[in-house]
Structures are given as C-alpha cells and as structure tokens.
C-alpha cells in the first residue's frame, strides 16, 4: 500500500518560513515525479512545484518561483518544500503527489497523494 505523509503546516507570520516534509512509503518511488499542490477555500488545487526523482528537473508556479525550494532526500524517502517569505495568499492546504510525469500540471494525473497539512500566513 502506497502512503504519503505530509507534515510541517502551522501558522506562520508573512515573511516568515516553513519546511513542508513528505514521507513515502509502500513501493519505489525512483521512476516517480514529485510534486507539492495546495488548495486554498474555494479555489481548485493548483501546482506550486514539481521535480523528477532525480531532481535534475525542477518546475516552479510563478507565483513562488525566488521563495519556495523543492528537494528530496532518497535515503530518508522524503520530499521537501522549503517556504520562505511567505504571504498571506500563500494560505491553503498543501499535498504532496506522485505521478510518472515531471510534466503533469493537472492535479487528476497524479496517482498518489497524501492528506494533506495547513499553511496559514497572516498579515
């Protein structure tokens, strides 16, 4: 069984910092991309980043691009985002989410996803 497990959500002031994490377990992810997605009230879950299990790939939603990092560490089967300078329309529920191409942007081609961890920046 495949599990993803997001964690690192709180309340944050805005420009501050957060360090998503996500551990994955179940079967290999090698051939897998990895990709963070948030869901803010109202709005459809949209990509914020996306890389390759190699992670010699690496895609950023424009809005983030300068402030949020994307990594991995295989040893410890665990995907990151790094937060910094956050802004209060970076509030929203944020999943991690595999699937077999870096170039998906579309949240109904990822096969697996975690539950899920709360961001809230306030102003």
């Known amino acids: 069984q495949v599990q993803l497990v997001e964690s690192g959500g709180g309340l944050v002031q805005a420009g501050g910092s957060l360090r998503l994490s996500c551990a994955y377990s179940?079967?290999?992810?090698?051939?897998?991309?990895m990709a963070w997605f948030r869901q803010a009230p109202g709005k459809e879950r949209e990509v914020v980043a996306r890389?390759?299990?190699?992670?010699?790939?690496?895609y950023y939603e424009d809005s983030v691009k300068g402030r949020f990092i994307i990594s991995r560490d295989n040893a410890k089967n665990t995907v990151y985002l790094q937060m910094n300078s956050l802004k209060p329309e970076d509030t929203a529920i944020y999943y991690c989410?595999?699937?077999?191409?870096?170039?998906?942007?579309?949240?109904?081609?990822?096969?697996?996803w975690g539950q899920g961890t709360q961001v809230t920046v306030s102003s």
């Open positions: 890389m390759t299990w190699s992670g010699n790939i690496r």
């Open positions: 179940g079967r290999t992810f090698s051939s897998y991309c």
């Open positions: 989410a595999a699937s077999s191409s870096v170039t998906y942007v579309d949240f109904r081609k990822y096969a697996y």
